[in-house]
């Protein structure tokens, strides 16, 4: 299942009971472990999306990355984050080398592919 599909399905957001910490703080303290590791889950997969297409990114470059798409789509949603992340893959895959498999695409059929998500 790819990140567009989990996104989707809802899958980044924890299925289990929020309580606050001052009510149940068990149950709000499972909540936030899961909300927690759906979050890592999220990165890992926006990092292998990303370097899918940009190719390998140090943990600073990717940390730059999500840094920055984080802070302009989360409020919206992973959507969004998603959006911007897009964005910046467009942008930057016409700075760095491509992967092999996309190094006989023109950076127009790389922007095409990546705007239709078929990278």
Avoid: C
């Amino acid at each position: 299942m790819d990140i567009e599909e989990k996104i989707r399905m809802d899958y980044y957001r924890s299925k289990l009971p929020y309580a606050s910490k001052k009510a149940n703080p068990e149950v709000n303290e499972a909540y936030h472990k899961e909300s927690n590791r759906l979050h890592n889950e999220f990165m890992n997969d926006l990092r292998e999306y990303a370097q899918g297409v940009l190719g390998p990114l140090s943990d600073d470059q990717f940390g730059a990355f999500f840094s920055y798409v984080w802070s302009e789509g989360h409020s919206s949603g992973y959507y969004d984050v998603l959006n911007h992340a897009h964005d910046i893959i467009d942008l930057l895959g016409h700075f760095v080398k491509k992967p092999a498999y996309n190094s006989h695409l023109t950076s127009e059929e790389l922007a095409r592919k990546i705007a239709l998500r078929q990278v």
